[in-house]
T-cell receptor
Framework: AQRVTQPEKLLSVFKGAPVELKCNYSYSGSPELFWYVQYSRQRLQLLLRHISRESIKGFTADLNKGETSFHLKKPFAQEEDSAMYYCALRDNNNDMRFGAGTRLTVKP | GAGVSQTPSNKVTEKGKYVELRCDPISGHTALYWYRQSLGQGPEFLIYFQGTGAADDSGLPNDRFFAVRPEGSVSTLKIQRTERGDSAVYLC?????????????FGAGSRLTVL
């Protein structure tokens, strides 16, 4: 079965500092990886997906199959980036499983 | 509708009672997912529907939990003989197939409190 691990429950950085939220996965097939975000008092929503290879709100994530990782990065964090971030994996049966989440706090 | 709608938004019940939670997905979305989220945890997978059928119900914790989607749109999650440990936010999400598939759109959740 697939598994998604986010080792940090909490991450705090200062505004303008780089940020990296870690995500590791285990899955024997070919996964599709996502990052979802939940801002305060809002619904869980898609941030980005690995197949799109896009930068959203300055965030990027690269799928590293050798290290089975999909870390989320942003070079200069902003206060509005403070939120809960969830890494998710879709398997070949279209099941979508989530990690436990990392709460990012960006301090002024 | 414009988004995924979940009702009720809040439900308080007593231990041992029966509860139904409803999810109205985005029109045309064939895939529908139920998750349970406890405080400080990520969404825990419960069940996934493709059309009317449950494609994967391996996340349902026990036989007190059951979900249906009889016409391939609205889904109901049913919990019998509720226990205090069932208290959580129950999230529903839907997605379409084809282009843009596998991107889940979430509802606001139904917060269940079992006293």
């Amino acid at each position: 079965a697939q598994r998604v691990t986010q080792p940090e429950k909490l991450l705090s950085v200062f505004k303008g500092a780089p940020v990296e939220l870690k995500c590791n996965y285990s899955y024997s097939g070919s996964p599709e990886l996502f990052w979802y975000v939940q801002y305060s008092r809002q619904r869980l929503q898609l941030l980005l997906r690995h197949i799109s290879r896009e930068s959203i709100k300055g965030f990027t994530a690269d799928l590293n199959k050798g290290e089975t990782s999909f870390h989320l990065k942003k070079p200069f964090a902003q206060e509005e980036d403070s939120a809960m971030y969830y890494c998710a994996l879709r398997d070949n049966n279209n099941d979508m499983r989530f990690g436990a989440g990392t709460r990012l706090t960006v301090k002024p | 509708g414009a988004g995924v709608s979940q009702t009720p938004s809040n439900k308080v019940t007593e231990k041992g009672k029966y509860v139904e939670l409803r999810c109205d997905p985005i029109s045309g979305h064939t895939a529908l997912y139920w998750y349970r989220q406890s405080l400080g945890q990520g969404p825990e997978f419960l069940i996934y529907f493709q059309g009317t059928g449950a494609a994967d119900d391996s996340g349902l914790p026990n036989d007190r939990f059951f979900a249906v989607r009889p016409e391939g749109s609205v889904s109901t999650l049913k919990i019998q003989r509720t226990e205090r440990g069932d208290s959580a936010v129950y999230l529903c999400a839907s997605s379409r197939t084809g282009i843009g598939a596998n991107v889940l759109t979430f509802g606001a959740g139904s917060r269940l409190t079992v006293l």
